[in-house]
């Protein structure tokens, strides 16, 4: 029979605890680190994690803060230390992401971000299977051509050179489990909380945390 000791107790059993990993990841231009930037200043829940890289910053970027910028060296001792939850190679840079930080953070309940390409979605997953995994696109091929104008900052070959990569990551989607158009940047944040929090409420994934 049902009562207040029985229904406690199931909601303990069944409810998840801690955080959720929440890969997001797009092609150039596709706006994950504007629409990151805009989930976690509007969700307490959701934190961002700063991966290593070895590009050099971009105009405004900070250390620490945007990325931790290290030497390809460094980022090559750190591999073999294991210091990384996942790290690829993407236009000749190296992009990892501190594996102790992220770990604390889920924890502590925190759905932990991760803006990172589809070789590192793919580590993750292989890692985490209850990982969560979006993919971000642009509304249309002319609107990513559009955005990637407007940063006014990168010459044409190395322009071609994101299209190319882009047009591999695409054959990715079929690995991915949400697919978000950012259209609209309240839309795309929307949709993104929306995921996360069903995701939070899969009776399946508590079942396997248990």
């Known amino acids: 029979m049902l009562n207040n000791a029985v229904f406690n107790s199931a909601m303990k059993k069944w409810s998840r605890s801690g955080g959720r990993l929440v890969v997001i ?16 200043k509007s969700d307490s829940t959701c934190v961002r994690s700063i991966s290593c890289t070895t590009r050099r910053p971009r105009k405004g970027e900070k250390d620490g803060v945007d990325y931790y910028f290290i030497g390809e060296n460094v980022f090559r001792e750190r591999i073999k230390q294991g210091f990384f939850l996942e790290w690829a190679k993407v236009h000749d840079s190296y992009y990892g992401t501190p594996g102790l930080r992220a770990k604390a953070l889920l924890k502590k309940g925190k759905n932990v971000i991760l803006t990172i390409d589809v070789k590192g979605g793919r580590q993750v997953k292989k890692n985490f299977k209850d990982a969560c995994l979006i993919f971000i696109l642009p509304p249309s091929f002319k609107e990513m051509l559009k955005r990637i104008k407007m940063r006014g900052t990168e010459s044409r070959p190395v322009v071609n050179l994101r299209l190319s990569t882009a047009e591999k990551e695409l054959r990715e989607l079929p690995a991915y489990e949400y697919l978000v158009i950012n259209d609209s940047l309240n839309d795309a944040v929307c949709s993104i909380k929306a995921i996360i929090k069903a995701e939070n409420s899969k009776i399946k994934h508590a079942k396997e945390a248990h």
């Open 25 to 40: 990841s797009s092609p150039t231009a596709g706006g994950k680190t504007t629409v990151c930037a805009e989930l976690i």
